[in-house]
């Protein structure tokens, strides 16, 4: 049986990004840098839809 | 008397007997939805979305309290407060104080005849509480040992990568006033 693995590739990338978007939240929240934190929290906060959104689209794959 | 039956009964599974108990190449036997193993890659992959969510979930409250410091223009206002008399600590010695909050516990080292330092003694690794050794003439905690060094806040040792924030201090009058904390710069 040959399946593919694209989607839990690419959601394994996301949560990849996820770590490194949540370390360097708290990083830059113990520097004071809040502007960085709000953008690192926005951008872990997008990764969720995009997410949401690969695995709506490769849940069908056989 | 069934056992003989069956040997002589199937040939092929007389041959194999002894090695492997029936036709199988994957290991899959058990398996018997047609798409159970693509349902499970599914299933998969639903727990990563999710756990995608949570990620974004956690980090809310750190963005949260970040724009409030940001709505709250920045620079946050200090009290003076005042730590001690001089005449209460020698060179070389060290006194804990809490500043600015009363759980916001620091250190202030008295390093020479004029020169003191305070910092906010929660260790930048994991928060534990750094303490004053006289010998070593560094900032050490406990817990992971790391150090700091005394003239900077700066991490010299272990795992705490970032400095301990410093407390502004001044004199007045034989004591020492505490009047905010330094904010990191760039
Ligand atoms: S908490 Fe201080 S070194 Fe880990």
Request: hydrophobic share 40%; charged share 25%.
């Amino acid at each position: 049986m040959k399946r593919s693995y694209r989607g839990v590739v690419l959601l394994s990338l996301v949560l990849f990004l996820n770590i490194v978007c949540t370390q360097q939240t708290v990083n830059a929240y113990y520097y004071e840098k809040y502007e960085t934190v709000i953008l690192f929290c926005g951008l872990n906060l997008l990764l969720f839809p995009v997410a949401f959104w690969i695995y709506k689209r490769e849940r069908d794959v056989k | 008397m069934g056992q003989g039956h069956n040997v002589n009964g199937d040939s092929k599974a007389n041959n194999k007997n002894g090695k492997i108990p029936f036709d199988e190449d994957n290991y899959t036997h058990n398996i018997h939805k047609d798409n159970e193993r693509s349902l499970d890659r599914r299933s998969f992959m639903k727990l990563m979305a999710g756990a995608a969510g949570v990620f974004a979930v956690s980090t809310l409250p750190w963005g949260a309290i970040a724009a409030k410091e940001l709505a709250g223009f920045g620079n946050k206002k200090y009290t003076a407060a005042k730590i001690t008399d001089i005449s209460e600590i020698k060179v070389g010695e060290a006194i804990e104080f809490a500043y600015p909050g009363k759980h916001d516990s620091a250190l202030l080292i008295r390093l020479g005849e004029n020169e003191f330092k305070a910092y906010q003694n929660a260790c930048t690794h994991l928060k534990c509480p750094v303490f004053w050794s006289k010998e070593q003439g560094e900032m050490v905690c406990p817990c992971h040992h790391g150090v700091f060094d005394p003239k900077t806040g700066a991490p010299t040792a272990g795992p705490p990568r970032r400095p301990l924030p410093e407390i502004v201090l001044e004199r007045e009058q034989g004591a020492i006033i505490a009047t905010g904390v330094k904010r990191y710069e760039a």
